[in-house]
C-alpha cells in the first residue's frame, strides 16, 4: 500500500528476474520520477537488502537507450528504423494474423516463444492472448532446470524445498554446483549464522568461486562429475555402516538394490570420473556419515550435462541414505513450485496447440511439415543470444513473415525483428510474484507512469485482442476490458489465500507473506511418489527411459581436437542476457575469456591479447584473462549480452539434451556445460 515518507511516495515491489531470491523492494517516487530504490525490510526474507543489480534499476528505467516507442524496421535486420503509433503498430501484427488464418485456415501459423525474462502471474497474459485465438504454436520445456526437476520427481514425487532459512540448522552444509555469493546473495547470511554456530561449508564445484572462497572445504570436481563423488561418497557411508537404518527401512524402497550396485562400481572408478583422490572420498564420506543435519544446496549448473539429471539423482540417494530428509537443517533443495497456486487461465491449453521443444526451437520449426509457422512473437526472453544453433535459427528466421518481440531494450533478438514494441519495468505495472527458492509471496505496486509508450504485456495483450475483433469479431476470446486487478481476481485462488493467510490479494499490499507450506521439505516423511516412500529405485523413472538407480552414467569428455571445456557461468553483474548492458557502462566490461595462467603459457598466450576460441561450429574472438580460479582444461566465459560485441558464445553450442526434463518441463533440458573447444592466437 503506498505511503509518503519524507516528501515521497513509496510503493512496494518484487524483483521479477528468473533469480533465487526474488527480492521486495521499495521505491521512492517524487514529482512522478522514481529517485531511489531500496530493499524492503519487512521483507521475511530478503530483510531489506538488495543486490548491486537491485540497487542499479534506476540506471535500468531511465537509461536514454531504454524503448521509448514502437518501432517498424525497414528490412529485418538492415538497422533502419521508423517510429509508428500504437495504433499502427497494432493493426500490422492483426492485419498478419487475420491474413495467415484465412490463408491457412488456421492459427498454427502464429508462433509465440516465450521463457522466464520478467516474471509475474500477468505477464502469463501473452499465453493467454495466443491460447484465445484457438490453437497455436508455441514452446514447452525449459533451458534452465528441467533435468533436476525430473530428478527429484523421481525421487520424491515432487519438487519441493524446505525454507531457506533452515540453512542456519544446519551442522554440514554442501552448496553443490552453485555460486550463492554472485547469484543469491542473501542466503549468504544464514550460511554465516550456520558457521557460527560451527557448521562446516563445503562449496563443490569446477571452478573456485567467490563462494568457494568463503568456504571451510573446497572440492574442484570434474565437470560432469557430480554423480560419480556422490556415489563414491555413498559407496564410502555404506562400507562405513555409516548409514541411517532405520529411515532406509521406514521411508525408502529400493535400498538393497542401491546397496548391491554400490557393491559392484569400483572406488577407484568413481575416484577418477569426479577427479577426486580415494583418501580425499573417505575422508569426506567419513564426515557426511556422521555430521548431521547436512544441508545440500544443489546448484542447476550440476544438470546442465548430459548425465545431469542423474547428478542429481545421486546426490537424493547420498541425504536419503545418511536420514537428512525431512529433518530440520537437512535435505537436498533445488528449487520448488509450492507458492504457484493460481488458476492458471492464462496458460490453459485451448485444446489443440502444437508445441515445440524450446531448446531445440530452430530445428523443430524446420521439421513441420503441414501449417508452417509464419509470424513469431518474442517475449521475456533473448532468443539470439540466449538460444543454441544459432546459424539454425538464422535460417528459420529468415522464413517468418513477420517477427515481434516486446522488450525494454533494443536487444540483439529485437535488432532482427519487423516490429518492435516497448513493455514497462516493474515499478510501472501491477502484478504479484512468487519464488520458486523461499516461501514468501509479495505483490507489486506501480510507482510511476510508463516510460514514454512503454506498455505492460497484459496491456498489450488487451489492445491486440481489441483491434482483432474490430476487425474479425470472435477472432479472440481474451477479456479487452478487464483491469490488471480484474485479472488478478481472477487468478488467485483459495488454496492460494489460505495458504498465505489473507482473504484477497489486496492485502499483500501491506507486505509480503510467508505462504503455509511447511518449514521443513518432507518432514512427515510422506513421499508423493506411488510408493509414498523415497525411492532409490524408481519405476516411474524407468518408464520413461532412465535408469531406475541413481547409478552412474557416463557424461562426455574432451577429445585430442578440443581439450578444453567451455564453461557459460553466470556474471555477477548480469543475470543471463540482463543488465550488462546498464553494467557495461560503469565498469567498462569487456568480452573476456578465463584461461589458467599455466594454459595459456603452453599456447604462448599473454593476459590481454585477442584469442580465437573455436569448435566444429565456429568461433569468437575475446580477450584473455588469466585466473588460476579455472582449472586448466577449463575455460570460462560470463554469458550475456554485451553491446558493442558481436561475441556470442552458443554459436559454439550444438545444444545436446540433458538426460531427463520431459516429464516436468515437457523438453529435455540443454547441456550448457557439455561445450568442448580449442584456442589460439587472434
Known amino acids: 500500500m503506498a505511503y509518503l515518507e519524507n516528501g515521497y511516495q513509496v510503493t512496494r515491489h518484487v524483483c521479477p528476474r528468473n533469480c533465487y531470491d526474488t527480492c521486495g523492494m521499495l521505491a521512492y517516487v517524487r514529482n512522478g520520477k522514481l529517485e531511489k530504490i531500496t530493499g524492503d525490510p519487512n521483507h521475511g526474507y530478503t530483510k531489506g537488502k538488495l543486490c548491486s543489480k537491485g540497487y542499479n534499476y534506476i540506471r535500468r528505467v531511465y537509461d536514454p537507450e531504454r524503448l521509448q516507442f514502437p518501432m517498424r524496421q525497414i528490412g529485418r535486420g538492415s538497422g533502419r528504423w521508423e517510429q509508428i503509433t500504437w495504433d499502427k503498430a497494432i493493426e500490422i501484427i492483426a492485419q498478419k494474423m487475420i491474413e495467415l488464418k484465412e490463408r491457412y485456415h488456421s492459427t498454427l501459423p502464429l508462433c509465440l516463444n516465450k521463457y522466464s525474462g520478467n516474471f509475474g502471474i500477468l505477464h502469463y497474459a501473452v499465453e493467454g492472448m495466443f491460447n484465445s485465438f484457438g490453437p497455436t504454436t508455441q514452446l514447452k520445456g525449459s533451458p534452465c532446470w528441467s533435468a533436476g526437476l525430473d530428478a527429484q520427481f523421481y525421487d520424491m514425487g515432487g519438487n519441493i524445498n524446505s525454507d531457506p532459512e533452515e540453512i542456519e540448522n544446519a551442522k554440514l552444509i554442501l552448496l553443490w554446483g552453485g555460486n550463492p555469493a554472485w ?145 530440520a537443517g537437512g535435505g537436498v533443495h533445488y528449487a520448488h513450485q509450492l507458492t504457484w497456486n493460481f488458476n492458471d487461465h492464462f496458460t490453459k491449453d485451448p485444446g489443440g496447440n502444437r508445441y515445440l521443444n524450446i531448446n531445440r526451437f530452430a530445428d523443430e520449426v524446420s521439421r513441420i511439415k503441414d501449417v508452417p509457422v509464419k509470424l513469431l512473437w518474442l517475449a521475456c526472453r533473448n532468443l539470439l543470444t540466449q538460444d543454441v544453433c544459432r546459424s539454425s535459427l538464422f535460417k528459420e528466421l529468415d522464413k517468418l513473415e513477420l517477427i515481434v518481440t516486446v522488450d525494454q531494450f533494443l536487444t540483439p533478438t529485437a535488432q532482427y525483428s519487423d516490429i518492435v514494441l516497448p513493455t514497462t519495468t516493474q515499478f510501472e505495472e501491477m502484478d504479484i510474484v512468487p519464488s520458486y527458492w523461499h516461501h514468501w509471496v509479495a505483490l507489486n505496486e506501480q510507482a510511476i507512469p510508463p516510460y514514454f509508450e512503454a506498455k ?172 588460476a580460479d579455472t582449472p586448466l582444461d577449463i575455460l570460462v566465459c560470463y554469458q550475456g549480452w554485451l553491446p558493442g560485441y558481436e561475441v556470442q558464445l552458443n554459436d559454439l553450442n550444438a545444444g545436446l539434451p540433458t538426460d531427463m526434463g520431459e516429464l516436468r518441463t515437457g523438453s529435455k533440458g540443454v547441456a550448457f556445460y557439455d561445450v568442448f573447444v580449442n584456442f589460439e592466437l587472434a
Request: hydrophobic share 40%.
Open 456 to 627: 505492460s504485456d497484459l496491456e498489450i495483450a488487451r489492445l491486440l485482442c481489441k483491434k482483432l475483433n474490430d476487425l474479425r469479431p470472435g477472432t479472440s476470446t481474451f477479456s479487452s476490458d478487464k483491469s490488471p486487478e480484474d485479472f488478478l481476481d481472477h487468478e488467485c485462488t483459495e488454496t492460494l489465500y489460505a495458504m498465505l493467510g489473507i482473504e484477497h490479494w489486496s492485502e499483500l499490499a501491506s507486505g509480503a507473506r510467508r505462504a503455509n507450506v511447511g518449514q521443513i521439505a518432507w518432514e512427515d516423511k510422506k513421499f508423493a511418489t506411488a510408493s509414498g516412500k523415497f525411492e532409490f529405485f524408481s519405476k516411474n523413472a524407468e518408464e520413461h527411459q532412465n535408469p531406475a538407480l541413481p547409478e552412474y552414467i557416463e557424461g562426455i569428455q574432451p577429445d585430442v581436437r578440443y581439450p578444453y571445456w567451455l564453461i557459460t557461468a553466470h556474471n555477477q553483474q548480469g543475470l543471463n542476457s540482463q543488465f550488462q548492458n546498464i553494467a557495461s557502462k560503469i565498469h567498462n566490461y569487456e568480452a573476456i575469456i578465463l584461461i589458467h595462467p599455466q594454459t595459456a603459457q603452453k599456447k604462448g598466450i599473454q593476459g590481454g591479447k585477442l584469442v580465437r576460441v573455436y569448435n566444429d561450429l565456429g568461433s569468437i574472438t575475446l580477450k584473455a584473462c588469466m585466473s
Open 183 to 327: 547469484t543469491a546473495i542473501h542466503s549468504l547470511p544464514y550460511i554465516y549464522r550456520a558457521q557460527e554456530k560451527g557448521a562446516k561449508v563445503i562449496v563443490i564445484d569446477p571452478l573456485y568461486s567467490q563462494t568457494a572462497k568463503k568456504a571451510d572445504w573446497f572440492v574442484q570436481i570434474k565437470p560432469g562429475g557430480d554423480g560419480a563423488l556422490a556415489l563414491a561418497l555413498a559407496k564410502v557411508v555404506f562400507e562405513l555402516g555409516k548409514f541411517d537404518g532405520e529411515f532406509i527401512r521406514l521411508n525408502t524402497i529400493g535400498w538393497e538394490e542401491f546397496t548391491a550396485y554400490l557393491e559392484e562400481v569400483e572406488l577407484p572408478f568413481l575416484s577418477e570420473r569426479c577427479g577426486q583422490s580415494i583418501e580425499f572420498i573417505k575422508e569426506l564420506g567419513e564426515m557426511i556419515g556422521s555430521v548431521k543435519p547436512m544441508f545440500i544446496w544443489a546448484g542447476f549448473g550440476l544438470q546442465r550435462h548430459v548425465n545431469g539429471g542423474q547428478n542429481l539423482r545421486a546426490i537424493d540417494a547420498l541425504a536419503a541414505m545418511t536420514g537428512n530428509i525431512g529433518m
